[in-house]
T-cell receptor, first 113, second 111 residues
Framework: NAGVTQTPKFQVLKTGQSMTLQCAQD?????MSWYRQDPGMGLRLIHY???????DQGEVPNGYNVSRSTTEDFPLRLLSAAPSQTSVYFC????????????FGPGTRLTVL | EDQVTQSPEALRLQEGESSSLNCSYT??????LFWYRQDPGKGPEFLFT???AGEEKEKERLKATLTKKESFLHITAPKPEDSATYLC????????????FGTGTKLQVIP
């Protein structure tokens, strides 16, 4: 099992550009989520999905869009990048809502100039 | 609002010098408290889940304990490979989608 994979590992964008961060898992987990990690702050939930076709907002959803067409994939789209979105982004999955262990991907370091 | 506070922010230990990391929390109703380890440039790696006060879990040199207000991660005779940032997180009853993370304790173990 590859676990949770994310691409790209690094990305530099200019303000106003759009891009998609890819996330995939091969553990057949229902629940997937996106977090951002900033210095001095804990991991913050952006969006999550409880299964294919079902997504919802976390605590910091503005400027981001998600979709879940398959169990395996959960891409995160930045609609119009802003410097405030400079961060490290982590995708995570777990078996279900009440499951305890979250498996995290290796992260994408995004810089918006 | 759910809050998780970890202390200290950073800790430097000599190899073999035991210590504890603290995670204090304020939540409406605790469903679970999690500990993760994060190495530089990598995603968090799950260590433990604790569900109720008095519960303890152990893994190699690590032991996690839970009270009604805080959790401790005890590190016994640490080795340099235990150097990492340790994250604490809580999940509340009825709020399964949201896991609130602390800012972490960065541990450095010196040979």
């Amino acid at each position: 099992n590859a676990g949770v994979t994310q691409t790209p590992k690094f990305q530099v964008l200019k303000t106003g550009q759009s891009m998609t961060l890819q996330c995939a898992q091969d553990m057949n987990h229902e629940y997937m989520s996106w977090y951002r990690q900033d210095p001095g702050m804990g991991l913050r939930l952006i969006h999550y999905s409880v299964g294919a076709g079902i997504t919802d907002q976390g605590e910091v959803p503005n400027g981001y869009n998600v979709s879940r067409s398959t169990t395996e994939d959960f891409p995160l789209r930045l609609l119009s990048a802003a410097p405030s979105q400079t961060s490290v982004y982590f995708c995570a999955s777990r078996i279900g809502l009440a499951g305890n262990e979250q498996f995290f991907g290796p992260g994408t370091r995004l810089t918006v100039l | 609002e759910d809050q998780v506070t970890q202390s200290p922010e950073a800790l430097r230990l000599q190899e073999g010098e035991s210590s504890s990391l603290n995670c204090s929390y304020t939540v409406s109703g605790l469903r679970g408290l999690f500990w993760y380890r994060q190495d530089p440039g990598k995603g968090p790696e799950f260590l433990f889940t604790l569900y109720s006060a008095g519960e303890e879990k152990e893994k190699e040199r690590l032991k996690a304990t839970l009270t009604k207000k805080e959790s401790f991660l005890h590190i016994t005779a640490p080795k340099p490979e235990d150097s990492a940032t340790y994250l604490c997180a809580v999940q509340v009853v009825g709020g399964y989608q949201k896991v609130t993370f602390g800012t972490g304790t960065k541990l450095q173990v010196i040979p």
